[in-house]
């Protein structure tokens, strides 16, 4: 199981990570592209709503299942991946390459309250 | 607890991701469930099906019994060897299971039903048994080889199996010598050309202790192990019917795209029949093609101009690259229509067409 150290994670299996524009770029994490499976369609919020702390936002679908999404800290929805959606393959080849959408945060610093690394790893390993 | 079959260590070895399935540990895929789908439709893949249960009905009072059990009628099974699709109903013509019947002699037929009715099924069959002797076969295992090349990479790793099956037809199947040393007591080889894939194939019943002898000879032949993931899009696509999702013992098999496996003809009473006849049919089975971008799922609600349906089975498919389902439609729905899916907010558009969506390596409907 792939979990980079230079990202937070979000118990609900959502990666998000702050970007020098100060946006917080969010994805699913590797862990979470695997138990999914091929994933086929991917519905993604639009630009501009507001989101808070938990709150369901985008869909991921694989042949097997839908999959929920939520948003791992409160902001507005600065972009969503395009590039994604037209090739939803690309999150199972590379979940960390492959982000969903961008956030502009309320507040930068709620990203101390997700699992880092470690916590997150092992979370994913009793799961 | 859950169950295992014979190849459950085979599967492990494989990296088989293992899950619950009508209480047995069964392999969903062993890698990416659209590639093992790839290989059946293009080339050899092949399932552990030993959760399914052979039962062998043995006596002189066979066909009676099962005249009366099947809504199909085993008078089409006119030579040894021959097999039938069937639904098995209850008195008030709902589905109990779906099995094949195979007819050897007038004293022997074997059926095959699913693994999560086998227990319900068995005590339904006994129950109506009189001097039939019924035997569940708990001491075989299955693994079905399903595609274009699937016969003759099954020969290839199984030489000894050819002569008895090469002049098979789809829907024949044949006693088999055994494979295998050492000789089990109950030595029981069968090769059926069946399959729940849409493809060419065999389906190999063998004694549970050779199951893993044949399995890793296929493998060395170049046959792709595939999961329960790929069955359930490869039926789908193919059109045909799950069990316990397209039907159950409350649909009617009229009212399920089963008709033409139910035979109504005069002359032979069956459990159900009086039910099917005295019931108007007002719901329809049909296939839906998503027209617009998502995937359609199990139980979401269809509104048509001639009220409302719901989708029995739905999935991405991967010869089609879209989404597509089964769905129990109300009368008067026709194919061409277009029609609304309710898919969390948002309603979507999907057209109605008429399963099978794509069976031996083709896409069998046209694009919308």
Same mark, same amino acid.
């Given at each position: 199981m792939n979990t980079p150290a230079n990202l937070k994670y979000a118990r609900s299996h959502e990666w998000a990570r702050l970007d020098a524009d100060g946006l917080v770029t969010v994805g699913i994490s590797d862990h979470a592209q695997e138990a999914l499976g091929d994933i086929v369609f991917l519905e993604l919020p639009q630009v501009g709503r507001k989101l808070s702390a938990g709150e369901e936002c985008a869909v991921v679908e694989s042949v097997k299942a839908a999959s929920d999404i939520y948003a791992p800290l409160a902001g507005e929805v600065a972009a969503v991946n395009q590039a994604a959606v037209d090739a939803p393959e690309s999150v199972n080849q590379d979940a960390y390459a492959a982000w969903l959408f961008k956030l502009k945060p309320d507040n930068a610093a709620d990203l101390d309250a997700l699992l880092d690394a470690g916590a997150y790893a092992k979370l994913a390993a009793e799961a | 607890m859950t169950q295992h079959t014979p190849l459950h260590a085979a599967h492990l070895r494989l990296g088989g991701k293992l899950v619950d399935f009508a209480g047995w540990d069964m392999p969903l895929h062993y890698g990416s469930q659209v590639e093992e789908h790839h290989q059946v439709r293009r080339d050899a893949g092949m399932? %552990? +099906?030993?959760?399914?249960?052979?039962? %062998? /009905?043995? *006596? *002189? *009072? &066979?066909? %009676?019994?099962? !005249? !009366? /059990?099947l809504a199909n009628d085993i008078g089409k099974l006119t030579a040894p060897g021959r097999a039938l699709y069937s639904c098995m109903l209850n008195p008030q013509g709902g589905v109990i299971d779906d099995l094949i019947v195979y007819f050897f002699r007038p004293d022997f037929y074997r059926l095959v039903v699913n693994a999560g009715t086998a227990e319900k099924d068995l005590g339904w069959i006994e129950q109506h048994a009189g001097g039939v002797a019924v035997k569940p076969r708990r001491d075989l295992a299955m693994i079905a080889v399903q595609g274009p090349n699937a016969r003759a990479k099954t020969w290839a790793a199984l030489p000894a199996a050819q002569a008895a099956s090469a002049e098979l037809k789809p829907f024949q199947a044949a006693m088999l010598p055994a494979l295998f040393a050492p000789e089990t007591r109950n030595a029981s080889y069968m090769l059926a050309r069946t399959g729940y894939t849409g493809e060419d194939g065999f389906e190999l019943t063998l004694p549970a202790e050779h199951a893993e002898t044949a399995w890793n000879a296929l493998l060395a032949a170049g046959v792709k192990p595939a999961g329960l993931g790929a069955r359930d899009t490869l039926r789908l696509e193919a059109g045909m019917a799950l069990y316990g999702q397209d039907m159950d013992e409350h649909t009617s098999p009229l009212e399920a795209g089963l008709g033409w496996t139910v035979a109504l003809d005069a002359g032979r009473d069956f459990i159900g029949? @009086? &039910? /099917?006849t005295a019931r108007p049919v007002d719901k329809q089975s049909l296939g839906l093609l998503l027209i617009d971008k998502g995937v359609l799922r199990a139980h979401q609600k269809i509104h048509t101009a001639r009220g409302e349906g719901e989708i029995t089975s739905g999935t991405f498919s991967p010869t089609l690259n879209r989404s597509i389902a089964l769905a129990r439609l109300p009368v008067g729905v026709v194919v061409g229509d277009t029609v609304e899916v309710e898919i969390r907010d948002k309603r979507l558009k999907a057209a109605v067409v008429k399963p099978p969506f794509a069976r031996n390596g083709k896409i069998l409907i @046209? %694009? +919308?």
């Open positions: - | 399932f %552990d +099906v030993s959760h399914m249960l052979t039962i %062998d /009905l043995e *006596g *002189g *009072g &066979a066909p %009676d019994l099962l !005249r !009366r /059990l029949k @009086q &039910a /099917l @046209q %694009d +919308v």
